[in-house]
């Protein structure tokens, strides 16, 4: 069974920025493409970014430019580097892993205006 524990989020402010991170127990991480989604109240969860087992990444176009996915496979690590963040982005963000379809219990990130 794997375990993906998200970190990382809080309250900000427009323009600032957040690191969001996702340990992943097992040892099937490096085996499977990771991600990130997010979901506000009433609406369905959707992809912000994925990241290949390869490295190569995928990004929404409203994360592309400001938001950068990254892996570390020697520690089961994915991360969300969030920059120039906006009130719009404020949902629940969630880790992803494709291979077996776990997911993380969420972590709020909330942008002030």
């Known amino acids: 069974q794997v375990q993906l524990v998200e970190s990382g989020g809080g309250l900000v402010q427009s323009g600032g920025s957040l690191r969001l991170s996702c340990a992943a127990s097992?040892?099937?991480?490096?085996?499977?493409?990771m991600g990130w989604y997010r979901q506000v109240p009433g609406k369905q969860r959707n992809v912000v970014a994925n990241i290949e087992r390869d490295g190569s990444t995928n990004y929404a176009s409203s994360a592309r430019g400001r938001f950068t996915i990254s892996r570390d496979n020697a520690k089961n690590t994915v991360s969300l580097q969030m920059n120039s963040l906006k009130p719009e982005d404020t949902a629940v963000y969630y880790c992803?892993?494709?291979?077996?379809?776990?997911w993380g219990q969420g972590t709020q990130v909330t942008v002030s205006s």
């Open positions: 097992g040892n099937d991480f490096s085996r499977s493409a």
């Open positions: 992803y892993m494709y291979r077996g379809a776990y």
